[in-house]
T-cell receptor, first 114, second 110 residues
Framework: DAGITQSPRHKVTETGTPVTLRCHQT?????MYWYRQDPGHGLRLIHY???????DKGEVSDGYSVSRSKTEDFLLTLESATSSQTSVYFC?????????????FGSGTRLTVV | RKEVEQDPGPFNVPEGATVAFNCTYS??????FFWYRQDCRKEPKLLMS???SGNEDGRFTAQLNRASQYISLLIRDSKLSDSATYLC???????????FGSGTRLQVQP
């Protein structure tokens, strides 16, 4: 399996607190992604990165920020968590964004905001 | 309108049955197509890419109809282990990320 790990695996936090999720890869892939998955919505793209310090917004980026200071790490930050951000967060990596390249997903982080 | 639409199911079928899922996409500029499989509380995993000429991988056959903008997945001789959610996924031209349908749940029963 591709080397991609997410931490933490589970987290419960209070409304209004900052939260940072980490995605770490050992594959030296250029592209990294953060998705959230909610019932009835499938996976929706939050942010992605196409290189160190190069990031762009996805379809549900409001309330989230990201950083990528090293090829292997992509951080997702909720500056002030809200209950609507309760979700399962998946990180993914890809060697290329083009067609027919496999995207490998991490095991997910289950975040509950109370 | 969602960019990728699927029937959520669930599809309940007996072992050995043949089952087909369809998916429609709204953007004709979509350039790449995939089926992913997701087991309960697990991450999505690539099942197969979908090519215009159609392609087969064992019991699984995928078809793409660009004119009608739909993708299909056919599973023959269903196994209990096929029970999962099947996600239709596209890459839109000019985008650098996967766009997912909400998934179709399959339950294969003994």
């Amino acid at each position: 399996d591709a080397g991609i790990t997410q931490s933490p695996r589970h987290k419960v936090t209070e409304t209004g607190t900052p939260v940072t999720l980490r995605c770490h890869q050992t594959e030296n892939h250029r592209y990294m992604y953060w998705y959230r998955q909610d019932p009835g919505h499938g996976l929706r793209l939050i942010h992605y990165s196409y290189g160190v310090k190069d990031t762009d917004k996805g379809e549900v980026s409001d309330g989230y920020s990201v950083s990528r200071s090293k090829t292997e790490d992509f951080l997702l930050t909720l500056e002030s968590a809200t209950s609507s951000q309760t979700s399962v967060y998946f990180c993914a990596i890809s060697e290329s964004a083009g067609q027919n390249y496999g995207y490998t997903f991490g095991s997910g982080t289950r975040l509950t905001v109370v | 309108r969602k960019e990728v639409e699927q029937d959520p199911g669930p599809f309940n079928v007996p072992e050995g049955a043949t089952v087909a899922f369809n998916c429609t996409y709204s953007n004709s500029a979509s350039q790449s197509f995939f089926w992913y499989r997701q087991d309960c509380r697990k991450e999505p995993k690539l099942l197969m890419s979908v090519y215009s000429s159609g392609n087969e991988d064992g019991r699984f056959t995928a078809q793409l109809n660009r004119a009608s903008q739909y993708i299909s997945l056919l599973i023959r001789d269903s196994k209990l282990s096929d029970s999962a959610t099947y996600l239709c996924v596209v890459i839109l031209t000019g985008r650098r990320a996967l766009t997912f349908g909400s998934g179709t749940r399959l339950q294969v029963q003994p």
